[in-house]
């Protein structure tokens, strides 16, 4: 085992469709798109290669952020046979040395035997709903004293801000900073409802357009993600305006399929709002979580 390095990437791909194949995970990202989410990555200190005869058989990143709860780091492992049980390993117990008070790692429903020799729990359902955007799409539906503003007219600083006070009574939530929550996605498709009156920001929800490899749905697939209302802007009809806008530009954008995740448990029942506006669950995965303290 050693520490993965930034030329190992093409190899952690296809370690990563190798996932998929095997039905631990839904998809993959291509490699174009997961160089750039990486492109500050620390990969000698938080990742780990196995190697057997000049290729890799393994691999484990370890992301971590502070949370509320104590810092809460995520485990990506893939890999064959064995190794795979050797790397989500490295991850949990490297994430509890350094000193994550939680550690998650989600896989498909039903695959995660042997990870509670990790000290790991199944502790939530996470899902993926998709439609299609080939068909009629849903009624954009302002919500009168809102206007629609997007990345291309809002000042910077403003999307994390409202992405924190949205989310912050999600189940594990930690705060993200503005390049995470905005970073590398097309402006147009960053969109914000803020008070007609005062300009005030009220809700959020983001869009970007990817290309799957080896994927049943038609591509590109538009993912929309970042869904959120601050409380005292709450069921006015927001979050349904914003995804349905949102579904309008990503098909514009050349999306032919939309696709989103959503905790199967959110006591704000995102789900409802997405299943009104044609998104089913295709795919039942599980958050599981070990927690030190
Ligand atoms: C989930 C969330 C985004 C919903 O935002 P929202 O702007 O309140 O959503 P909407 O107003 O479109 O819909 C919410 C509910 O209000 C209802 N509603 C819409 N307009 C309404 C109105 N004028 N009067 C009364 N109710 C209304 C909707 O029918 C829906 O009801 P339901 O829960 O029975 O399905 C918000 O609660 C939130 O930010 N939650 C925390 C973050 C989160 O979990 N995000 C989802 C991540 S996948």
Known sequence: ????????????????????????????????????????????????????????????????????????????????????????????????????????????????????????????PWWRMDRSLGDALPEVAPVPGYELADATRTAPGVWAEMFNRSFADHWRFAPRTEPEIVGGKPPELCLMAVTTTTRAPAAITLGETEEFADDRRPQPVGIVSSVGTVPEHRRRGLAGWLVAEEMRRLRDAGARHASLYVDGLNPTRAY??????????????????????
Not at 15 to 41: I, K, M, N, Y
């Open 1 to 124: 085992m050693r520490p993965g390095k930034p030329e190992d990437l093409g190899q952690i791909v296809e370690l990563f469709r190798h996932e998929v194949e095997v039905g631990r995970q839904d998809s993959a990202p291509s490699e174009s798109r997961t160089r750039a989410r990486l492109a500050r990555f620390d990969w000698s200190g938080k990742s780990r290669v196995m190697e057997l005869d000049g290729h890799l058989e393994a691999a484990v990143l370890v992301v971590a952020r502070p949370s509320p709860d104590g810092v809460l780091a995520d485990v990506y492992a893939a890999g064959h046979g064995d190794a795979y049980g050797n790397a989500v390993e490295w991850g949990v117990l490297f994430a509890q040395a350094s000193g994550a008070k939680i550690v998650h790692t989600t896989m498909a429903a039903g695959h995660g035997d042997g990870l509670e020799r990790f000290g790991l729990r199944r502790a939530r």
């Open 272 to 293: 409802k709002i997405y299943n009104e506006l044609g998104f089913e669950v295709v795919y039942e995965a599980e958050v599981w979580e070990a927690s030190f303290r």
